[in-house]
């Protein structure tokens, strides 16, 4: 769990460009609401403070719940009740593509667990993975049970927990680990630095994958520094863009395994195949594929010490 003192601090860190972020967000939401029809009303099913800020949940007219952390901010989760393959934000599925780069998954890691879109996906994909999902807010679990779906059974466990600290303290390797954790706007910082991708890198088998979800470069001013941090880390890393959306999905890997993106494309494209995923990884791959083989000059390494900087 972030101090106050190291949110403190990373905010110092960064607030050059803060203002930027704050204008380019506001720009966002007004396009965001222009773009919605006035007939696309929503119910609020739940609306409470919790440890960590807002939750909301809503429904629209087709049924659709959102998760959200803040009023009119980004959707964390989009469900269909009653239909786990559903996966209402394109990001979701793009990260499924580092399935391509392991071989059968028997350990799952999901830190950050939103509405259990993905730990439930994975669920049903792979019943026989043990899949752990770790989220620091026990309000974000109880609202993933109550409105979302989420069960928990003998091979599916959600956690209550800093996710950094779930994983410095595993012993167990994981084939595929997904790091799918934000607040109402970013990455919490504590889980972008140098420090906890060490700690990831030894949580996960030599031949397995870390599947890392960010903001894109317009709206995330770390974004070269999250990038080039990867970089430091891992042997190998991959950048996946998301069509129609602010994401970007890193695959990193602990070895050495340079693929063409008609390589990539064509691994993912065959577990989707084989899984039967109602989407082909393949073309996700494709329309989206670079391979971060020179170091990210644009960025800097995330340290610990960043965080603990005094103002």
């Not at 429904?59 to 393959?85: M, T, W």
């Not at 140098?194 to 890392?212: D, I, S």
């Not at 070895?255 to 195949?273: I, N």
């Not at 083989?293 to 960025?299: C, L, T, V, W």
């Amino acid at each position: 769990m972030p101090t106050v003192t190291w949110r403190r601090a990373w905010l110092a860190l960064i607030m050059p460009a803060i203002s930027l972020r704050s204008l380019l967000r506001a720009a966002l939401f007004v396009l965001v609401a222009l773009a919605v029809p006035a007939g696309a009303d929503q119910t609020v099913l739940y609306d409470k403070p919790s440890l960590f800020g807002s939750i909301i949940v809503t429904e629209d007219e087709n049924g659709l719940r959102i998760l959200r952390f803040e009023q009119y901010g980004a959707r964390q989760s989009v469900v269909k009740p009653g239909d786990p393959e559903y996966l209402g934000l394109p990001y979701a599925q793009v990260m499924f593509a580092g399935l391509a780069l392991c071989e059968e998954p028997r350990r799952l890691l999901v830190v950050g667990l939103g509405g259990g879109t993905l730990p439930m996906f994975l669920r049903r994909h792979y019943p026989h993975a043990a899949i752990d999902a770790v989220d620091i807010d026990p309000q974000v679990v109880h609202v993933a049970k109550e409105f979302f779906g989420f069960r928990e059974d003998e091979r599916m466990r959600a956690h209550v927990g800093d996710g950094r600290k779930f994983i410095e303290k595993s012993r167990q390797p994981y084939d595929a680990i997904f790091l799918d954790a934000f607040g109402a706007e970013e990455v919490p910082a504590h889980l972008t630095t140098q420090e906890f991708l060490r700690a990831v890198r030894r949580a996960v088998k030599p031949g397995g994958v870390v599947v890392g979800n960010i903001w894109a470069r317009s709206s995330n001013p770390l974004y070269d520094s999250m990038v080039r941090t990867y970089q430091e880390v891992f042997d190998e890393l991959f950048i996946l863009d998301v069509r129609g959306s602010g994401n970007r999905i890193l695959l990193a890997l602990p070895r050495r395994q340079p693929l063409g993106r008609d390589e990539l494309a064509q691994l993912a494209r065959g577990v989707s195949s084989v899984k039967k995923f109602r989407f082909d990884l393949g073309d996700l791959v494709t329309s989206g594929y670079s391979h971060a083989q020179a170091k990210n000059q644009d960025g800097r390494v995330l340290r610990d010490a960043d965080l603990r900087r005094p103002k």
